[in-house]
């Protein structure tokens, strides 16, 4: 079992930058690989990055190419999820999630998840 608990959300203009954080307690952290989601109102949860264990392996999907870095501190137990350039159509729930599979994109491959963190982008 791992539990997972987000923070640093909030209300930021646009064009700011925000930093996640999802902080796990638990099993040993490093042997999961995690993953940072976003589910707009109405909209389908969908994938954002993935950082394998030893942080060797990143993964960032599409949506938010460009303006997004993953990363995390085995040490503290933490995965970051950092977003500039922040837009109106970033406003969501982020969410993080740990898998114990090697890199994946989808909802369905992460048995943990916290509850989420709300981010609103203002224009």
């Known amino acids: 079992q791992v539990q997972l608990v987000e923070s640093g959300g909030g209300l930021v203009q646009a064009g700011g930058s925000l930093r996640l954080s999802c902080a796990a307690s638990g099993r040993t952290f490093s042997g999961f690989t995690m993953g940072w989601f976003r589910q707009a109102p109405g909209k389908e949860r969908t994938f954002l990055a993935a950082?394998?264990?030893?942080?060797?392996?990143?993964y960032n999907g599409d949506s938010v190419k460009g303006r997004i870095t993953i990363s995390r501190d085995n040490g503290k137990n933490t995965v970051f999820l950092q977003i500039d350039s922040l837009k109106p159509e970033d406003t969501a729930v982020y969410y993080c999630?740990?898998?114990?599979?090697?890199?994946?994109?989808?909802?369905?491959?992460?048995?943990?998840w916290g509850q989420g963190t709300q981010v609103t982008v203002s224009s």
């Open positions: 950082i394998s264990g030893s942080g060797g392996r990143i």
């Open positions: 999630a740990a898998t114990t599979r090697t890199i994946a994109t989808v909802v369905t491959a992460y048995g943990y």
